[in-house]
């Protein structure tokens, strides 16, 4: 099925519903080969996919490196993203000499002369977030000026930290991941709104939880034990009526109209196909109450990250 498209907040771009998520090209779902990466790279954008989102972070910039191989050719296809401040696990470094520094190390990473979005990654981790929207904020409006970069943005997992980044700076994009989900919908209600009062375009990542829901999740995982198990047995079953609750999970987020694009991690040819498959059905309505009878008792659970509380 042809892929679909909707603007991405007031940024006038028309991006595929399916974002490329790249992380796995940087091995942080466990290895991977580059070569089946390269291939899944190409298909996706024959199939349509225009989005492609990357950080230093990934691979500990083994993943931009893989992406920007990837890309040699066709970098001026897609409209790739990339971001800055998230060094590793545990460092962070979202100073404006920093941010101009990364830009520069990703530029050469990513073969190419700008990136079209720049974003500050994971802004929950620094504890002087006044810092981040004023310091980091400039920085970023420097880069953007200065045509390293198209639109800017930022990054996190607690809604709570993300609306007050919307609301304190004029953002054209963000990122939210795992708050639109079979297991959690919190996305839609709480930022959704901010998101249009302040223009900003929202793009949605990790539409299988980061890997919760398939069969196959990783062993780092933040979230709590019960909301795993309840994930496993939601795969298991799935997989026991012949079905796969990836599939049911993209077509359940690529339903959702208030969602311009969703970003799904992919190093692999079956992924993308089976991700791709979600574009030509609306999910089977007996297998979704089924499964949404699993997930019920953990839906909307959320796990604490950087400096903020689960429930920030
Ligand atoms: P995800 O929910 O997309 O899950 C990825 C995992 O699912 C990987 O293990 C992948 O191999 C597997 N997978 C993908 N399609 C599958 C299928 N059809 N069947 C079975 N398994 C499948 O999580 P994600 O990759 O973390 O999120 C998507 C992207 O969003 C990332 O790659 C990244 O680009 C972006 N992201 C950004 C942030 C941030 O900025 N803070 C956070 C999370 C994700």
New binding site residues.
């Given amino acids: 099925m042809a892929m679909r498209y909707r603007t991405l907040g007031k940024t006038g771009l028309n991006v595929s519903i399916i974002?490329f998520?790249?992380?796995?090209l940087g091995g942080?779902?466990?290895p991977f080969s580059e070569s089946e990466s390269t291939q899944t790279v190409h298909q996706a954008i024959d199939k349509g996919i225009n989005l492609f989102?990357?950080?230093p972070y990934?691979g500990i910039k083994l993943g931009e490196e893989v992406l920007g191989r990837a890309l040699k050719g066709v970098r001026d296809k897609v409209i790739l993203a990339t971001?800055c401040g998230r060094i590793t696990k545990t460092d962070f470094n979202f100073k404006a000499d920093f941010i101009v520094k990364s830009m520069e190390e990703s530029l050469k990473r990513l073969q190419t002369d700008h990136v079209d979005i720049f974003?500050a990654?994971?802004i929950e981790f620094e504890p002087d977030l006044d810092m981040v929207f004023t310091e980091t904020y400039e920085a970023l409006q420097k880069l953007k000026k200065q045509g390293k970069c198209r639109f800017i943005g930022m990054?996190?997992?607690p809604l709570g930290c993300l609306k007050k980044a919307l609301e304190s700076c004029s953002l054209d994009v963000c990122?939210s991941?795992?708050h639109c989900?079979l297991l959690d919908q919190s996305m839609l209600s709480e930022l959704v709104p901010v998101a249009e009062r302040r223009g900003t375009g929202i793009m949605n990542?990790?539409?299988?939880?980061?890997?919760m829901?398939?069969?196959?999740p990783?062993e780092w995982h933040p979230a709590p034990v019960d909301v795993k198990e309840a994930a496993m047995k939601a795969a298991q079953f799935c997989k026991a009526r012949g079905s796969?609750l990836?599939?049911l999970a993209?077509q359940w987020v690529l339903q959702q109209e208030k969602v311009a694009t969703t970003?799904?991690?992919?190093?692999?040819l079956?992924?993308l196909e089976?991700?791709l498959k979600g574009l030509e059905s609306s999910p089977d309505p007996v297998l979704l109450a089924e499964v949404n009878k699993i997930l019920a008792p953990v839906q909307g659970r959320c796990w604490p990250s950087g400096l903020w509380a689960a429930e920030a």
């Fill in positions: 974002g998520g790249a992380a796995p942080v779902y466990g989102d990357t950080s990934y971001k974003q990654h994971d990054t996190g997992y990122i991941y795992c989900t990542a990790s539409p299988l939880a980061m890997g829901l398939t069969l196959n990783p796969d990836s599939l993209m970003f799904v991690g992919m190093s692999r079956k992924e089976i991700n």
